[in-house]
């Protein structure tokens, strides 16, 4: 615990540097050739003055080109690259163009399928560098050497060895290489981000082979390839990322763990979860249409960087960035049948997006609809509401971003985003299956709900900010945001007379909001040339609260449960506010060519209060809230070793904290609660986890293989006592572990294969016996296994299989921990595109081979009652679209 005068000390340093940024005067800017061009990503570099490209090299390669830029200070060069029809193009900003000749450089055909290579001052602060195929764009990937920039270049389709070199080739300098988990793929003309960098697990960008944590990445190309077959994003993450478990094909996610904790969910870096997240409210990962989508960055394992919750890891979603250098509109229509071509399975699908740069002003705005009908699963039974995330709702997303460049040395951007869901309750549950022997499917009764003086279910989120960069300023980059976020969710219509004949609540239904402010502010230090210091404040204020929609009981009755009249609200959950203030500070270290040293530590301040003299809706009672402070310093510290260009190790020490679920504390609780004596929250959960890892790429395959041991003295597991009834918090020790491997495999231009694979476990210490007892499979996902196979079968046309597999797993059964085993399950997609006039049309179908399967989650809650959510996942179906843009 860290004393007050230590707490002190660390405020008024942070303070004082804040205050030095504040006094600088604007007439500080420069007005030399610096720039500071517009980037998403924080990059690290020195902006003193702008970096000199002095020359260039095109040599030729037994698979094309070789193009070398040329400079004496390269690890300052930070590229952006996108592409237009046949040219690929990368703005170095910051840089300036200082040939011999003093001109630009341009060679024509280069190589076979080359037409053209040119390098030259785009502006007063930008090189531009554009190589233009003959046949289609050209595939390139980046490498760091001592004497440059390089870039390897090959032509699309080349079919011929390419001519000798023009002039003698010079020996190598040793380079390395930026892999991903993911395969290398081609940029395209929707593409726009800068080249293997990553933000998000060191929050400045940094090259993936130099971060010693295991991430997987997930591109706008690999977005758009995935919701051909599937728009749901915890189906995507699940798909992709290891150590994510299965997706529940629901609304929420909060059984969706990463290495078996709860990840924090960012978006452009706002949290967007909070602490209100239960069984009705966690929507995280629907609350952002993936169209707004530019990539995803999942960071595995707790951080000490970012905090805030973020025990099981971080999942960033960046959203779309402005065309830099033409207006470019996208637009894409679909259909799609959610049940082999069942009447009232039908949806559709619609976006259109806009974007460009006008003088120092770049803006971007795109706008999607998307609603689905009735899904049915593999037997051809409809699936009750709550079974499905996307049934019977429309939805819509709008994302706005308006960008100025302030001189040559600042930005500011604004960006609004916002996300709304509604769903018809178009039935009720079954509840005769219950009275059912065995393990039993819920089935759909046919009763759809009329909401008067209310609206039907609904998920909604808003998130507003202002970005702000100075690149330099007190020697270091500067970010500040500013940002306001609010979740509603209004869940389905119950009735709770089943459960409990006796209470004071009849018919109701949850709305759970969560309203949140909050800034960060971060300072990047070159202390050297290879020693920067990272450091900065984050502080947010949400204020919390759930209620019960009340509804009239005769009239409900009358109608047989189709008319709900809303008639007044009660409280569900306590009204709270929690306060975070968090300071940072992290080292990076280039030690060498081979090793890269990280480490830093955290400290974070949190308050909760909760509404004093509150009467619960569900009980009648009344209760007592107060006030609660706790805080703690959490430390990273990580390795990476080159070992060869292509393969490198890592080894990291990682802890994060998290509050336990203050929701579920302070709902239903027991009579004569008082939350300032009763909730011992003297410290939060901290995790302390180690990682081995080892990452290679190679022209044609890339692999990685990581092992994970995580503890935490204080957990923060919910377990039921019985489905509907009570859940305690169980603040025992806790324990993860386990191993996640990704490989990749490009055996030639037009086949492309790889597989993931997640084993994982975890257990708890039980208080009774002291023994460590298996988790609840809601927290621990079983074995999952992924694999793919890509082939472009005709010129424009490719097609793609893709499998899921989730294991059996019984342990916690067995521990009588849930009240049964998981069984196994395997789903099949396919994906074909084809490239159609001036777009590409696209067919998904989503399990391929009709498999009748319930997922993880689903089958644990048949275990309590079949009656209720135990609902099969949906069978096979199918969507078209096309989508072009000019």
């Known amino acids: 615990m860290v004393s007050r005068q230590s707490k002190e000390i660390i405020s008024a340093g942070i303070v004082f540097a ?212 599937n728009r749901d994003l915890q189906g995507i993450l699940s798909n992709s990322v290891p150590g994510l478990g299965a997706s529940s094909d629901s609304q929420q996610s909060f059984a969706q763990t990463l290495r078996g904790r709860p990840p924090l969910v960012l978006v452009d870096g706002v949290p967007i979860s909070s602490n209100i997240d239960n069984d009705t409210s966690v929507a995280n990962l629907r609350r952002i249409d993936v169209e707004a989508i530019e990539r995803i960055e999942v960071v595995r394992g707790p951080s000490a960087v970012y905090g805030d919750g973020a025990a099981g890891g971080v999942i960033n979603i960046i959203t779309r960035r402005p065309n830099e250098d033409k207006v470019v509109s996208t637009a894409e229509i679909g259909v799609r049948s959610v049940g082999n071509f069942k009447g009232g399975s039908f949806g559709n699908f619609l976006s259109y997006g806009i974007s460009g740069k006008q003088g120092g002003v770049d803006f971007i705005a795109s706008f999607t609809r998307d609603s689905f009908g009735t899904p049915f699963d593999a037997e051809g039974d409809r699936i009750p509401l709550f079974g499905d995330a996307e049934a019977e709702s429309a939805s819509i997303n709008f994302l706005g971003k308006l960008g100025f460049q302030l001189g040559s040395e600042q930005r500011l951007q604004i960006t609004a985003n916002y996300f709304n869901d509604d769903q018809n309750q178009y039935g009720d549950y079954d509840l005769t299956v219950g009275e059912l022997p065995g393990i039993n499917k819920a089935r759909l009764l046919d009763r759809p709900v009329e909401f008067v003086n209310s609206s039907d279910p609904f998920n909604r989120g808003t998130v507003i900010q202002f970005d702000y960069t100075h690149n330099n300023i007190l020697n270091s980059q500067l970010q500040a945001q500013a940002y306001y976020r609010q979740t509603k969710t209004a869940a389905t219509l119950f009735d709770n007379r089943i459960w409990n004949p006796d209470g004071i609540l009849d018919i109701g239904r949850s709305v759970v909001t969560a309203e949140r402010f909050g800034g960060r502010l971060q300072l990047d230090t070159a202390l050297s040339n290879n020693l920067n210091l990272l450091w900065g404040a984050d502080y947010s204020s949400e204020d919390s609260k759930g209620d019960y929609d009340l509804f009239d009981v005769a009239e409900f009755d009358n109608s047989n449960g189709r008319i709900a009249r809303k008639i007044g609200s009660s409280i569900r959950i306590a009204p709270f506010t929690t306060k975070n203030l968090g300071l940072f500070s992290q080292v990076k270290w280039e030690a060498s060519e081979k090793v890269f040293l990280s480490g830093g530590l955290r400290y974070e301040n949190i308050n909760v209060s909760v509404v004093d003299n509150w009467v619960d809706g569900d009980t009648g009672l009344s209760y007592r809230g107060g006030e609660k402070t706790l805080d703690d310093v959490v430390f990273n510290a990580g390795v990476v070793y ?62 990685s293989l990581a092992g994970f041991y995580s503890y935490s003295s204080l957990g923060t597991t919910i377990q039921f006592e019985d489905f509907g009834g009570d859940f305690r918090i169980l603040r025992a020790p806790q324990r993860n572990y386990g191993i996640e491997l990704a490989a990749d495999w490009q055996p030639s231009d037009k086949w492309k294969l790889g597989s993931t694979l997640t084993w994982s476990e975890g257990e708890r210490q039980d208080s009774a016996t002291g023994e460590f007892v298996a988790m609840s499979s809601f ?75 319930l997922n993880v989650s689903n089958q644990i809650y048949a275990g309590y009652d079949g009656s209720y959510y135990a609902s099969a996942a949906r069978g096979r179906t199918f969507t078209l679209n096309y989508r072009w843009s000019w």
């Open 642 to 703: 080159k070992a060869t260009p292509t393969i490198s190790l890592f080894a990291n020490f990682a802890q994060g904290f998290s509050l336990p679920n203050i929701s579920r504390i302070v709902q239903r609780p027991q009579a004569g609660f008082n939350f300032a004596e009763d909730v011992e929250l003297s410290a939060p959960q901290k995790v302390d986890s180690y990682e081995l890892g080892i990452r290679g790429q190679w022209n044609n395959f890339q692999a």
């Open 18 to 229: 804040f205050a030095l940024i504040l006094i600088q005067p604007a007439a500080a800017q420069t007005t030399s050739n610096h720039t500071s061009t517009a980037k998403l990503l924080l990059v690290q570099q020195n902006n003193n003055s702008s970096v000199k490209v002095t020359g260039v090299k095109v040599n030729n390669t037994d698979k094309g080109i070789e193009i070398i830029l040329e400079s004496a200070n390269p690890e300052a060069l930070q590229p952006t690259n996108k592409s237009t029809e046949n040219s690929f193009i990368v703005d170095i900003p910051n840089a300036v163009l200082a040939l011999p000749e003093g001109k630009d450089f341009n060679i024509a055909n280069p190589v076979q399928g080359i037409i053209s290579v040119s390098v030259s001052q785009a502006d007063n602060n930008t090189v531009q560098l554009t190589v233009t195929g003959e046949s289609g764009l050209p595939a390139a990937e980046l490498f760091d050497g001592e004497e440059g920039l390089i870039f390897e270049v090959v032509p699309k389709a080349a079919t011929t060895p390419p001519p000798e070199p023009e002039q003698p080739e010079e020996p190598e300098e040793p380079r390395s290489e930026t892999p991903s988990e993911q395969p290398t793929e081609q940029p395209t003309a929707e593409t726009d981000e800068s080249i293997e960098l990553v933000v998000t697990a060191t929050r400045t960008g940094e090259e993936l082979q130099n971060i010693p944590r295991s991430v997987t990445v997930i591109t706008r190309e690999q977005l758009d390839q995935q919701t051909k077959v």
């Open 779 to 853: 927290d621990i996902s079983p074995l999952k296994l992924t694999a793919y196979i890509e082939n472009e079968t005709l010129p424009g046309w490719n097609n793609r299989l893709q499998g899921l597999y989730i294991g059996n797993r019984n342990r916690a059964f067995d521990a009588e921990i849930d009240p049964i085993g998981v069984n196994s399950y395997f789903v099949m997609d396919l994906i074909s595109s084809l490239k159609l006039g001036d777009g590409t049309l696209s067919l998904g179908v989503r399990n391929l081979l009709n498999n009748q399967y």
